[in-house]
């Protein structure tokens, strides 16, 4: 029970670290596909020194390297989704669409892990869902942002699937090496085609940007990712896909009180986020009673 309790207390940390993440789209001046690049190449340093100082080695087979890679490769699209959203749109909307995480897992869950599907757990989601839309047809300023964030979230979905499914065995260094490996190989590959097609003045951090992808790089990404791999261990991807709808609130009041965002919401927003966190409130009801149950079976038996 102590672990399990330790287990949801890590996740809600690795939960605020996201919620600091959306901030950096609107910090950093580069475009979203170079804040991914600079993100994953510094992290990926990060971590190997991490590992050389702790004398690990992150040992996989090719076959197991190339799927953890083509994993990160995800987290990198996923990514560049998410601060495209930001930059089309606000940090609030851009982490209040990311509340879809859980409706994409319900529907993705049964498909990909072969598990029973939920209606409540449906219905439960499409709160959620129906929050987002209500934002999207009264606030057409930040339709495609809103667009982009929906992608991000779907994204993210199959990310923390596959995640579940590839981790059976394998460490959570290893696993983090060579998603941080895979990812920024997929971003020095993909970079260079995007900016070809969409050229910028600088492909260089300037000023305090070089601090601002350093802090990324480590604590909202080295650090974030530990955690969110090691939770998936013991806890369910549902579960942390849950859990992770608690992002926007923190993201929202991160970007209310850091960049005055308040005054960019409409009612419409507001009604919408209310139905997102009564989403929130109404599944973790149904886990933490569900999880009670089965943790009383087991003291009677």
């Not at 929906?150 to 065995?169: D, H, P, Q, R, W």
Request: glycine share 6%.
């Amino acid at each position: 029970m102590q672990n399990g309790k330790f287990d949801y207390l890590k996740l809600h940390i690795s939960v605020l670290l996201a919620g600091f993440t959306g901030m950096f789209a609107k910090l950093i001046s580069l475009n979203e596909v170079l804040i991914v690049w600079y993100r994953m190449f510094f992290a990926l340093i990060l971590f190997v020194v991490m590992l050389m100082i702790m004398k690990k080695r992150p040992v996989e087979t090719l076959s197991g390297a190339l799927k953890i890679g083509g994993l990160g490769a995800l987290l990198a699209i996923h990514l560049m989704f998410f601060f495209g959203s930001i930059k089309y749109s606000n940090v609030s909307i851009g982490v209040v669409c990311y509340s879809l995480v859980g409706f994409f897992t319900v529907l993705f869950e049964p498909l990909i892990q072969k598990t029973k599907f939920s209606f409540v757990e449906l219905f439960y989601s499409l709160i959620a869902v129906a929050g987002i839309w209500l934002i999207f047809s009264f606030d057409a300023s930040f339709r495609f942002g809103i667009i982009l964030g929906v992608i991000s979230a779907a994204l993210f979905a199959l990310y923390t699937l596959y995640n579940k499914i590839l981790e059976v065995g394998k460490s959570t260094r290893c696993m983090l090496f060579y998603e941080l490996l895979g990812g920024a190989l997929f971003m020095t590959v993909f970079s260079p085609v995007y900016l070809y097609f969409s050229p910028v003045s600088s492909i260089l951090p300037v000023g305090v940007d070089w601090y601002w992808l350093i802090i990324l790089a480590f604590f909202c990404t080295v650090l974030l990712y530990l955690i969110h791999i090691s939770v998936l261990k013991t806890l369910s991807a549902f579960t942390v896909s849950l859990t992770g709808n608690l992002e926007p609130v923190y993201g929202i009041l991160f970007a209310i009180l850091f960049f005055g965002e308040a005054h960019e919401l409409s009612l419409s927003f507001y009604i919408g986020m209310i139905l997102i966190l009564l989403s929130v409130f109404l599944q973790s009801f149904m886990k933490n009673k569900s999880f009670n149950f089965k943790f009383t079976n087991v003291d009677k038996a």
